[in-house]
């Protein structure tokens, strides 16, 4: 009796491993990818794991290091166009979180610190191009940097700022090149240099503050090169 018990339950087992061979990684009559796949590397080791409905992916998608941690949650819908995305550090923590619109990177993303375990940037996408504000913060304190795009380069408003939110640089952008007035700022507000940018180098003339506000310095500059230097702290 009990030969045949193990017998019944070795069977049952091959059964089960024969079973779940044969429903993974399948086809359909078309040729197309069906039901629950998983794709290793040709050293054995795991990519991703997924279910599909004739060749488009569907529900959650699972993507791996190599050392089989978790790397990559998805979760697919809208007939395989939308996957909404949360990637992880290998420690676990969360890396960024946002859409994938027909695999480009779309709308809100946000980033996060492994040390902090905080909101590190906000960028925006149109198409897998980087569109309108980004901001990057320090841990915890508040907006670090903020950079405007156009169609996936810098163009308009460039901000820094220091920890306590105030002013520490302003300038501008244009299709990719510093362009226009440019500023930085002490932490008590005054201005500590102010200049002008033309396709990306330094034009005119500009100005050196002291903390008080007294001119310290002014340098005049012709495509780019400083032709003139003119001290005031003597």
């Given at each position: 009796?009990?030969?045949?018990?193990?017998?019944?339950?070795?069977?049952?087992?091959?059964?089960?491993?024969?079973?779940?061979?044969?429903?993974?990684?399948?086809?359909?009559?078309?040729?197309?990818?069906?039901?629950?796949?998983?794709?290793?590397?040709?050293?054995?080791?795991?990519?991703?794991?997924?279910?599909?409905?004739?060749?488009?992916?569907?529900?959650?998608?699972?993507?791996?290091?190599?050392?089989?941690?978790?790397?990559?949650?998805?979760?697919?819908?809208?007939?395989?166009?939308?996957?909404?995305?949360?990637?992880?550090?290998?420690?676990?923590?969360?890396?960024?979180?946002?859409?994938?619109?027909?695999?480009?990177?779309?709308?809100?993303?946000?980033?996060?610190?492994?040390t902090a375990d905080t909101v590190?940037?906000?960028?925006?996408?149109?198409?897998?191009?980087?569109?309108?504000?980004?901001?990057?913060?320090?841990?915890?304190?508040?907006?670090?940097?903020?950079?405007?795009?156009?169609?996936?380069?810098?163009?308009?408003?460039?901000?820094?700022?220091?920890?306590?939110?105030?002013?520490?640089?302003?300038?501008?952008?244009?299709?990719?090149?510093?362009?226009?007035?440019?500023?930085?700022?002490?932490?008590?507000?005054?201005?500590m240099m102010s200049g002008q940018?033309?396709?990306?180098?330094?034009?005119?003339?500009?100005?050196?503050?002291?903390?008080?506000?007294?001119?310290?310095?002014?340098?005049?500059?012709?495509?780019g090169m400083i032709v003139k230097?003119?001290?005031?702290?003597?």
């Open positions: 009796m009990m030969k045949k018990t193990i017998f019944c339950l070795l069977l049952s087992l091959f059964s089960v491993v024969l079973f779940s061979q044969d429903t993974i990684n399948q086809k359909d009559a078309q040729g197309n990818k069906t039901g629950f796949w998983r794709k290793s590397n040709t050293s054995g080791i795991k990519v991703y794991e997924g279910h599909f409905r004739a060749g488009i992916p569907y529900g959650e998608f699972r993507y791996f290091y190599p050392d089989g941690k978790v790397k990559t949650i998805s979760f697919i819908s809208r007939n395989g166009h939308l996957a909404k995305t949360i990637s992880y550090f290998q420690t676990g923590k969360k890396m960024a979180v946002g859409n994938y619109l027909d695999e480009k990177k779309d709308s809100l993303w946000k980033f996060y610190s492994e590190a940037g906000e960028e925006f996408y149109r198409e897998g191009r980087k569109e309108g504000v980004s901001r990057t913060f320090y841990a915890g304190k508040g907006v670090s940097e903020l950079i405007t795009w156009k169609n996936g380069i810098q163009d308009g408003r460039w901000e820094a700022y220091y920890t306590s939110g105030k002013l520490k640089l302003q300038g501008f952008f244009t299709a990719g090149q510093k362009a226009g007035p440019f500023k930085t700022f002490y932490e008590t507000g005054g201005v940018y033309s396709e990306g180098r330094q034009a005119g003339t500009w100005d050196y503050f002291d903390e008080k506000g007294r001119i310290t310095k002014k340098e005049s500059y012709q495509n230097t003119e001290d005031f702290t003597h």
